[in-house]
């Protein structure tokens, strides 16, 4: 069964600090790969999405993913937190398989962003 | 705005009662689904409904009955729920099961207290 490991579970840093949050999963077979956000008292939305392509991809906010196929790992960067980055982010993993796509959540980071 | 409404925000219930869960997306998705967020734990999916049939069942307990009456709507319905029932329900729609079709849009979610 796939699964998806989310080293850091708490992150604390500056504004304007550089970020990184490790995301790993196991499935061995094609996988499209996403990351979620939950901001305070808001639904959780999509930050960023991988499928096919370019293995660094960029979403909103100034956020950006690189796949690493080999590190079986999707790990999501900003150069430069804000304060309003304060949340919670998921990573999930979709397995292709032939008996059915199957989307695994990591278990988050929370983020706090300190002025 | 979400796109994916959720009624009630809150749920407080007790353990005999028989209460139920509304979701509705605005999107024209095809596909709907049904997580738990519980803290310190990874979401988990409990069903998959894809042009109104259920196509996965989480092995949830029976105590959970979903119903999918079209596209646009999903409910759950508790009853005898347990005390560890308590938690975030999540649902969310995507156009579809396959691919770039599956990027999934949340609602807000129903804060479930089981007493």
Known sequence: ?115 | ETGVTQTPRHLVMGMTNKKSLKCEQHLGHNAMYWYKQSAKKPLELMFVYNFKEQTENNSVPSRFSPECPNSSHLFLHLHTLQPEDSALYLCASSQGLAGTSYEQYFGPGTRLTVT
Do not use: M
């Open chain 1, 1 to 115: 069964a796939q699964s998806v490991s989310q080293h850091n579970h708490h992150v604390i840093l500056s504004e304007a600090a550089s970020l990184e949050l490790g995301c790993n999963y196991s499935y061995g077979g094609t996988v499209n790969l996403f990351w979620y956000v939950q901001y305070p008292g808001q639904h959780l939305q999509l930050l960023l999405k991988y499928f096919s392509g370019d293995p660094l991809v960029k979403g909103i906010k100034g956020f950006e993913a690189e796949f690493i196929k080999s590190k079986f790992s999707f790990n999501l960067r900003k150069p430069s937190v804000q304060w309003s980055d304060t949340a919670e982010y998921f990573c999930a993993p979709l397995a292709l398989t032939g008996g059915g796509n199957k989307l695994t959540f990591g278990t988050g980071t929370q983020l706090k962003v300190e002025l």
